[in-house]
């Protein structure tokens, strides 16, 4: 194989850095909640599962019309319209906030409940009788709204309780024209294929 012209370290030193990037394995998440625009309104998706060793059990209760977020307090819950059981937990830490919006009740919610309060002392909520492990999903919708309406600002919030798989909470909160991170990653392996191939090429 031919040395490399000098000219080309630079590129060189950008696939290692991409390269680098793939080997990484990223933390598992356990459950993750997106809240986007959709059209004329905000649309919060949640799927994903949770360890809960590591948090303290507190109650049982019943929740109603639970559907909202209060960025100003750090509270987000995924829920379906309706009563539900749920069990709530404390004991993990993050962001007492993700904006400066009040409360905001969403118009329409479906699927598990799943919340967290950051404010301190506040609360974790699942299922009534959630079992580790168990996969959760979960949907809510604010019509005619924006992010700005609902005073949440964009970003990646974390609460964790632990470092263990699914012993985490996030967030994330995507404004318009950003891409998500799958979109990031792919255009990355696409710049390194092509790297990689142009190398080969020169060393022919």
Partial sequence: ??????????????????TSFFCVRPAQAGYIVTL???GANVVATGSGAFNL????????????????????????QTAPTGLVNVDEYNGFTGPTSFGS????????????FVGISGTPGGFFGVPQG?????????????????LASLGVTPGTY???????????????IRA??????????????????GLAAFRRKLSC
Avoid: E
Avoid at 103 to 112: I, K, N, P, V
């Fill in 1 to 18: 194989m031919k040395n490399l012209p000098k000219k080309l370290l630079p590129l060189t030193v950008f696939a290692i850095a991409v």
């Fill in 36 to 38: 986007q625009q959709v």
């Fill in 53 to 76: 060793n590591g948090l303290t059990f507190v109650d049982s209760r019943i929740a109603t019309n639970q559907a909202l977020v209060i960025a100003n307090s750090g509270v987000i």
């Fill in 101 to 112: 919006g009040g409360f905001h009740l969403a118009d329409t919610g479906s699927g598990d």
């Fill in 130 to 146: 959630y079992v580790s492990g168990n996969a959760l999903t979960d949907s809510m919708t604010f019509n005619n709204a924006t």
């Fill in 158 to 172: 974390v609460w964790s309780w632990g470092d263990g798989a699914n012993q985490r909470f996030t967030l994330r």
């Fill in 176 to 193: 318009a024209g950003v891409p998500d991170g799958g979109t990031t990653v792919s255009l990355l392996g696409c710049a390194l294929l």
